[in-house]
C-alpha cells in the first residue's frame, strides 16, 4: 500500500474519531424518565434543526462507506458460496445480504421519518419473498436497490422529519416485530441501524475470508 493511501485512510478514520463524539456534544438530547424494558436503545433525540442536519449527514457519509464495502464484497465472493453457511443455524451468504436488503427497505427509511418501500404490503410478506431470493444476481439487484431506496429518503429527509420522527410506531404499521413497549426516536433507529449494518459487514467478510475470498479494498 503506498503511504498516500495510507496517509489518507489515516486521516479519514482520525476525522471519523473526533466527528462523532464531537456530533453529539453538539445535539442537546432528550431522554426519557420513564424506564423502558428495552434499555439497549434509550429514547435520545436531537431538539434542534442544526444538530439534526449534522447526524443525519454524518449517518450517511459512514453508511455511503459501509455499502460501498459491503456491495464489493458481494460482488467478489462467487455464486457457489453464497449457500455457504459456517454452522446449519446461522444465515448464509445470500441470507445475510437479504436481511440488510429487508432493513434499508423498511427500517432505515422509518428511522429518518421517511416513507419505507411500497413494493409490499407489510414486512412478514417482504421477508418471505426476499428470503426466497437465492441467485447471486438476484441478491445484487435488490441490495442495489434498497440501498439506492434507503439513501434517497436520508437524504431527502428535513430536520423537521427528523426531530419528529417515532420510527417505532411506523415500522409497527407493517408488522415488524418488535418488543411491545419499544421506543425509537430518529437519533437512537439511526444508531440501530448504523450499529446494525456494521456487524452484518463484519459477518460478511469473516464468511468471505473462510471461503478464501480477500475483501477488495484489503488487496
Not at 434498497?146 to 419528529?164: I, M
Amino acid at each position: 500500500m503506498s503511504p498516500s493511501i495510507q496517509w489518507r485512510r489515516r486521516r479519514l478514520t482520525l476525522s471519523r474519531v473526533i466527528a462523532v463524539p464531537a456530533l453529539f456534544a453538539l445535539a442537546p438530547v432528550a431522554e426519557s424518565q420513564t424506564p423502558q424494558p428495552f434499555t439497549r436503545f434509550p429514547a435520545v433525540s436531537v431538539s434542534d434543526a442544526k444538530s439534526a442536519l449534522a447526524v443525519r449527514d454524518a449517518f450517511l457519509g459512514d453508511m455511503d462507506d459501509l455499502y460501498d464495502k459491503v456491495i464489493a464484497l458481494a460482488r467478489a465472493i462467487p455464486e457457489d458460496k453464497y449457500d455457504w453457511r459456517p454452522t446449519p443455524e446461522v444465515r448464509t451468504v445470500g441470507n445475510v445480504l437479504i436481511h440488510m436488503a429487508m432493513a434499508w427497505y423498511f427500517v432505515l427509511p422509518a428511522a429518518v421519518g421517511g416513507k419505507m418501500t411500497t413494493d409490499w404490503p407489510d414486512f412478514p410478506e417482504a421477508r418471505t419473498k426476499l428470503s426466497a431470493i437465492t441467485a447471486k444476481r438476484d441478491v445484487l439487484d435488490q441490495v442495489e436497490r434498497a440501498w439506492g431506496y434507503a439513501r434517497n429518503e436520508v437524504t431527502a429527509a428535513t430536520a423537521a422529519q427528523l426531530t419528529a420522527a417515532r420510527p417505532d410506531s411506523t415500522l409497527r404499521t407493517v408488522k415488524l416485530p418488535l418488543p411491545p413497549r419499544m421506543r425509537l426516536t430518529a437519533l437512537t433507529a439511526m444508531s440501530w441501524q448504523a450499529g446494525d449494518s456494521h456487524e452484518h459487514r463484519g459477518q460478511l467478510i469473516t464468511y468471505a475470508r473462510s471461503v478464501g475470498v480477500v475483501p477488495p479494498w484489503s488487496r
